[in-house]
C-alpha cells in the first residue's frame, strides 16, 4: 500500500470512530443509570459492547476506504455520513437524555438507512457493502435490546 491510501485509510478509520468516541462520555457518565434498568434476555456484558461497536466502527472504515478510494460517491458518501451521523446521535439520546423510546425510533432509522447504504455501497463494490452485514446484524440485535429495554422500563 502506497502512502497516500495507508493515509486515506488512517483517515476513514479515524471519521467512522468519531461516532464511538463521541459518545464515549455519555455511557460512562450513566452506567450507574443504565445497571438499575430492567434488561431483555441476551443482554451481553457492558463491556462487550465497546469492543463489539469499535471492531464495527473499524469495518465502516475499511469499507469507506476501498469503496471511496478512487472516487467520493456522492449518493453512497451521504448515507455513509448519515449513517454516521444517526449513529453519534443515538448514544447521548439513550444514555445521556434517558430517552429510551428516542432511542427505539432512532435506531429503527438507523436500521432503515443502513439499509439504503448497504444498496449504494453493493452498487460501487460487492466487497465494501458486505463488510458491513456485521454492522446490519448488529443494529438489529441493538433494536431489539433498545427496544425490549424501552418495554420492561
Do not use: D
Not at 54 to 75: D, I, M, N, P, Q
Not at 88 to 100: E, I, Q, R, S, V
Request: hydrophobic residues 60%; charged residues 10%.
Amino acid at each position: 500500500m502506497n502512502t497516500k491510501n495507508l493515509v486515506k485509510l488512517i483517515v476513514w478509520l479515524a471519521i467512522c470512530q468519531l461516532p464511538g468516541l463521541m459518545g464515549m462520555s455519555f455511557v460512562y457518565g450513566n452506567m450507574e443509570w443504565y445497571n438499575r434498568l430492567a434488561h431483555p434476555p441476551f443482554t451481553p456484558p457492558g463491556a462487550l459492547f465497546g469492543i463489539v461497536w469499535g471492531v464495527l466502527y473499524l469495518l465502516l472504515g475499511v469499507s469507506a476506504f476501498f469503496a471511496f478510494r478512487e472516487k467520493l460517491h456522492g449518493k453512497a458518501l451521504m448515507l455513509l455520513m448519515g449513517q454516521l451521523a444517526l449513529n453519534a446521535c443515538w448514544t447521548p439520546l439513550f444514555f445521556g437524555a434517558h430517552c429510551l423510546a428516542g432511542g427505539v425510533i432512532l435506531i429503527v432509522a438507523m436500521i432503515g438507512e443502513f439499509y439504503f447504504l448497504f444498496k449504494a455501497l453493493r452498487k460501487i463494490n460487492r466487497f465494501c457493502a458486505n463488510l458491513l452485514l456485521p454492522y446490519g446484524a448488529w443494529l438489529v440485535f441493538a433494536a431489539y435490546l433498545t427496544a425490549a429495554t424501552w418495554w420492561l422500563n
